[in-house]
């Protein structure tokens, strides 16, 4: 089973798996957003930054996973967004779960390189919702609590893809 997982992520399949995934979550959100007029707040668009890290991950990959440098680098880039996101998640949903004056929504979110992606793509970087707000929730759980496994599930999966691919003699070929 090791070694399977190990051939998995060493071909295509698997990231493209992973990007289709990731893009299914990012046009979940415009849909929210756009059609169903939610307001994305700071938190959100971090979180939304951070699927992003991932998909970045998996076209990263997709360039040729058989090359070890491309392959760790995903993995990389995988697992820190994912941790990013799962961090974001949490403390999006302890901020709506447990309101506070004392507690409060970031005033910008944080692009990385300090590029102003909500000036150049509003449609999808700005932030105009409040963090504490609850403005849509399935099964009594708000949208950054399912958030909450699905960056779990993310970072899980790509922890369990780096220790099959440090097995001995898969690590670095």
């Known amino acids: ?6 051939a ?8 493209l798996l992973l990007a289709a995934s990731v893009l299914a979550f990012e046009l979940c959100g415009l849909y929210f957003e756009h059609v169903l007029h939610l307001q994305p707040c700071v938190l959100c668009i971090d979180e939304r930054i951070a699927f992003l890290g991932i998909l970045a991950a998996a076209l990263l990959a ?7 440098i491309l392959r760790w680098g995903a993995l990389l880039l ?8 799962l961090q974001l998640a949490l403390h999006h949903t302890d901020l709506q779960l ?9 005033l910008f979110p944080t692009f990385p ?4 992606l909500d000036r150049w793509m509003p449609w999808m970087f700005q932030a105009t ?11 009594t759980w708000e949208m950054p609590q399912w958030l909450i496994p699905i960056f779990g599930a993310y970072l899980l999966v790509a922890l369990v893809i780096a220790l ?4 001995r003699g898969n690590c670095c070929s």
């Open 1 to 6: 089973m090791i070694a399977s997982l190990q």
């Open 8 to 15: 998995f992520s060493a071909r295509r399949t698997g990231w």
């Open 62 to 68: 997709l360039i040729n996973p058989r090359w070890f």
């Open 78 to 85: 995988w697992g820190f967004s994912a941790l990013r996101g």
């Open 98 to 106: 447990h309101p506070s004056p004392f507690k409060a929504c970031p």
């Open 113 to 116: 390189g300090d590029l102003p």
């Open 129 to 139: 919702g409040d963090c504490s707000e609850r403005q849509w929730s399935f099964l």
């Open 164 to 167: 099959v691919n440090l097995r």
